[in-house]
């Protein structure tokens, strides 16, 4: 029973964040930056590191909801595509690993981390692959800037979710 009640929240998950990846895909930024993105469909992703589903669910999660995200709203295979993905991977990795490693580290503090490491990959894959020039340097602190507002948001709501819903159903 354990095992089909987490595979299902995985499930579930990865169709919320696919659905908010859509979504976002239409929210404008403040300012125009070619490429960036809000990242609230990143918050699935910080919700099945602190319920703490695994490294390999939580990864499956960064990649379905990027695959099926961007061939809802038409990027698939796109420069932002891969910007995407390699920037919830990462997000996803980093996450991981400082939950692991940092047992008193706050959800806000989990979330930034993500953050950063994503708009890290994600300039570092523009500049290398798609653009091929290291003045993409430049868009990386109003990447940070965004990065920094959406991971206290994407927070919010997970901190919220954790007040609201009980999630020790998936321990052995």
Same mark, same amino acid.
Do not use: C, H
């Given at each position: 029973?354990?095992? $089909? ?5 995985? #499930? ?15 929210? %404008?930024? %403040? ?30 999660? #960064? ?15 796109? %420069?932002?595509?891969?910007? @995407?993905?390699?920037?919830?991977? #990462? ?13 008193? #580290? ?28 290291? @003045? ?13 507002? $959406? ?22």
């Amino acid at each position: 029973m354990v095992k $089909t009640k987490k595979i299902s929240y995985i #499930a579930i998950l990865t169709a919320l964040a696919s659905a908010v990846y859509y979504v976002e895909s239409f929210l %404008p930024l %403040p300012v125009a930056i070619p490429g960036a993105r809000w990242g609230f469909s990143n918050f699935p992703l910080l919700l099945s590191v602190v319920t703490d589903v695994g490294l390999t669910n939580t990864l499956y999660i #960064a990649l379905l909801k990027t695959l099926l995200g961007s061939i809802l709203s038409g990027r698939f295979l796109s %420069p932002m595509f891969w910007m @995407g993905l390699g920037g919830a991977v #990462a997000s996803a990795l980093t996450m991981s690993i400082s939950f692991k490693l940092m047992k008193k #580290a706050s959800v806000l503090g989990i979330s930034e981390i993500g953050a950063f490491f994503s708009n890290t990959v994600q300039t570092l894959i523009a500049g290398i692959f798609i653009v091929k020039s290291k @003045g993409i340097i430049w868009y990386y602190p109003y990447m940070l800037f965004f990065g920094v507002i $959406t991971a206290f948001i994407n927070s919010t709501i997970v901190s919220a979710i954790l007040r609201s819903v009980k999630f020790d159903q998936f321990k052995n």
